[in-house]
């Protein structure tokens, strides 16, 4: 029997997310999350898919990630598909930094290992959670292959104009100061179901993609290939999002420094989680704010404005960086969800063949979709984003293939 079970572990400096999907019809067999781990409150939440066992809760305090993907695998051995289940092919591990050497989907030996924590200056709040999940995830099934997958490695082939900041060479050398870009994996499944949407293959087609979560960007894709993408060294560049700024004058940093005599860790506090829609208006839930927005609250309807009009001029630039555009596409919680926010992101670009049909727009569903009028000609488009899918699908090739 040649296994065919992957599980996909993405680990968060307080948090694993899990889901076991089965290669051979792409089916999830089980789903969860073990939260705030560390704390006296951790949880772990578990659902089998198979065998409509139902869901699962343990609380009580998970030491650390150990503890947690212990207990993980604990409820899987529990619904008979524990990490020793001879079916499992392979463990696929969400890595958000690769730096420039990991670009490809990679399996993990020690070498890989050390680079991923060689990058942890430019990932602090996220590579050293991804190392320990993979080091967890080998004590556990030393003999299982580990692969991981990382949120860089697509906007790795954007051109060096792109990627390049305008600093002193040497300086951005030494410190490996560049764009890299987050959200690779949701950026690449997007962009190829949205080619199968539009009936093409990948490499015929010019899109821009929104991944339009709590954090956000944008990237511009020509056949198949990232050409820019709205983050940069770090997942704060860009778009609105819900407590990050997205783009800003770096004079900014100087200036709460030597002004408001705040620390770097003050400021980098203050841009990454108490920014963007939370800190313009108090909430970074786009349904609560829209909730407020039609009581006729002020700072919401402000917060709204300012996120619409970062994300119009992603739209543009990114339409100029193509050159021409197939469609435009909205993925993520808000992207998937927000009819309003995806009617005002296209507003008033007509000139550029840019609409959205009302009736199409505010249908909702699971499935990818249009949602532009058939004449347009630059079609708007809805395509739930799967990053644990795309994970498994890589690691699986990659095993497969050896
Ligand atoms: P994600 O990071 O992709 O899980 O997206 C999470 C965000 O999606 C939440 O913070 C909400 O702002 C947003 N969201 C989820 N559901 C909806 C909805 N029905 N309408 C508007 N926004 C939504």
Avoid: W
């Amino acid at each position: 029997m040649t296994p065919t079970r992957v599980l996909v572990l993405n680990s968060g400096s307080s948090s694993v997310k899990y889901q076991l999907i089965d290669m051979a019809d792409r089916s999830r067999l089980a789903v969860g999350l073990a939260e705030r781990i560390g704390e006296e409150t951790s949880a772990l939440h578990h659902e089998p898919l198979a065998g409509g066992g139902g869901k699962r809760e343990r609380h009580g305090r998970l030491a650390d990630h150990d503890a947690a993907l212990e207990a993980v695998a604990e409820e899987l051995a529990a619904d008979g598909m524990g990490l020793d289940s001879p079916e499992l092919a392979v463990i696929g591990h969400r890595v958000v930094h690769g730096g420039l050497k990991l670009t490809v989907p990679t399996l993990v030996d020690d070498a890989v290992l050390k680079e991923i924590e060689r990058l942890i200056p430019v990932a602090p709040l996220h590579n050293p959670a991804n190392v320990t999940g993979i080091r967890t995830a080998q004590r556990l099934r030393p003999d299982l292959p580990q692969v991981a997958v990382f949120d860089t490695a697509f906007h790795s082939a954007m051109p060096e104009h792109a990627a390049r900041y305008a600093i002193d060479v040497e300086t951005a050398d030494a410190h490996r100061v560049r764009r890299y870009g987050f959200h690779g994996t949701s950026h690449a499944y997007v962009s190829r179901k949205a080619a199968e949407l539009l009936g093409k293959d990948p490499s015929e087609v010019n899109l821009i993609v929104l991944h339009l979560g709590n954090g956000a960007s944008a990237s511009a894709v020509r056949g198949g290939r990232c050409e820019d993408t709205s983050m940069g060294l770090t997942p704060l560049e860009g778009l609105v999002m819900g407590t990050r700024s997205g783009d800003i004058d770096p004079a900014v940093v100087f200036h709460l420094g030597r002004v408001a005599g705040m620390s770097m860790d003050e400021v980098d506090e203050l841009l990454n989680k108490r920014s963007g829609l939370l800190g313009l208006c108090g909430d970074n839930d786009m349904r609560q704010i829209r909730r407020r927005m039609a009581e006729g609250d002020a700072a919401a309807r402000l917060a709204f404005d300012i996120y619409i009009h970062r994300l119009k001029k992603y739209i543009g630039a990114y339409y100029a960086v193509l050159g021409t555009v197939d469609a435009v596409v909205f993925t993520a919680g808000v992207g998937e969800n927000s009819a309003p926010v995806r009617e005002a992101a296209v507003a008033g670009l007509a000139e550029l063949g840019l609409a959205v049909d009302g009736e199409l727009n505010a249908a909702g569903g699971k499935e990818a979709r249009l949602i532009s009028p058939s004449y347009a000609r630059v079609k708007v488009a809805v395509v739930p984003t799967d990053e644990e899918l795309e994970i498994a699908e890589q690691s699986y090739a990659l095993v497969a293939s050896r």
